[in-house]
């Protein structure tokens, strides 16, 4: 429960609860991956993920506001307001707006970067002009605003065993591996919005551009070019996963089943969009509930044999790095497991 976390994190006054709370119930409604795998993580530790991807998330809502009563201009007026309120909150710690002020205070316990929250902002400041990208190497600059820093933003509060400038980059490419699965899984979506992720010269390279995208979306039928494009761009991700994979041992052994736990579960966005068929431009592929049980399973295990290893102050024992097979029904003892993450995990 919130209020079990707060006490752990030593989160007393009550303003500054509140507002803790309220991106925790942020993290809960939009990130549902992330907010379960955060689960796994020690309970002093939650509120301040919760604090970072609740900030995240409200200035996501205000770029991607589908709502067309609300103009590009009042969008960017509201970004740039929320950004000031930031800047107050990080140098006085102090704010009226609540996911500002959580985010401030997390920022001080953990001596996070502040330039790491510029350089969010002014990805989300591009996403207001720029709607698609000429090469992956342009795409690769606006995440560096838009993920990597996200997953620098949390290293200090995770913990590594190694210096963290070692950890940095795997924590960076594993932020922009989640966003690429995003950027595959929600391809329909971001067209709506007038935003192509798909990197421009990986399109053409399949014979595909924004048109034929949009008459697919529109007409709901398949190309086969578009599906090549689509493989290719899963293909590339994957190949940012591996780039993050070694990053994982670097940190906190309490802290690897949380993020094994989101590793694979975001992995798993690609197994679920080849198995849909690459039919993103006309459905959302969705990770099955029984493979998200069976990995939290997995995850809670690992959890509990990190936190028996560290009571008794030893290394924890390995286990096995494969994933649970994709498809295959948990059994009922991983079922019985994972049942604690549907309430706390003690």
Do not use: K
């Not at 192509?196 to 010269?201: E, T």
């Amino acid at each position: 429960m919130t209020a079990r976390e707060l006490d752990a994190a030593r989160i007393t006054e009550p303003a500054l609860r509140a507002a803790y709370a309220q991106c925790r119930r942020l993290n809960a409604r939009h990130g549902r991956t992330y907010f379960l795998a955060t689960r796994l993580l020690p309970v002093e530790r939650r509120p301040a993920v919760h604090a970072l991807y609740g900030f995240a998330r409200w200035a996501d809502d205000i770029v991607d506001s589908l709502d067309a009563d609300v103009p590009v201009h009042r969008r960017a007026a509201d970004l740039a307001g929320l950004q000031e309120r930031l800047r107050r909150g990080l140098r006085d710690g102090r704010s009226t707006e609540p996911v500002v002020l959580a985010l401030a205070d997390t920022a001080r316990r953990y001596a996070i970067d502040h330039r790491h929250f510029d350089d969010f902002m002014a990805s989300m400041r591009s996403d207001l002009e720029v709607t698609d990208y000429p090469t992956y190497a342009d795409l690769r600059a606006y995440m560096h605003g838009s993920a990597a820093v996200i997953g620098l933003q949390m290293l200090p509060i995770l913990g590594t065993v190694v210096p963290r400038e070692e950890a940095a980059p795997h924590a960076a490419a594993l932020g922009v591996a989640f966003q690429l699965s995003n950027f595959l899984r929600d391809a329909g979506e971001d067209l709506d919005r007038g935003r192509v992720y798909l990197p421009a010269d990986l399109l053409s390279a399949h014979g595909v551009d924004r048109e034929l995208l949009h008459w697919s979306r529109s007409t709901c039928r398949r190309d086969p070019r578009i599906r090549a494009a689509l493989e290719a761009f899963a293909h590339l991700t994957r190949g940012v996963y591996r780039e993050a994979a070694p990053g994982i041992a670097m940190l906190d052994p309490v802290s690897r089943p949380c993020i094994r736990t989101a590793f694979v579960l975001y992995g798993g966005i690609l197994d679920a969009v080849a198995a849909d068929g690459y039919t993103v431009l006309h459905r959302r592929a969705v990770v099955p509930r029984r493979r998200r049980a069976a990995v939290a399973a997995d995850g809670l295990v690992r959890l509990l044999a990190a936190r028996a290893a560290a009571r008794a102050g030893r290394r924890p024992v390995p286990l096995s790095p494969t994933p649970a097979p994709a498809g295959r029904r948990p059994t009922a003892s991983a079922t019985a497991a994972a049942a604690p993450l549907h309430e706390e995990v003690v």
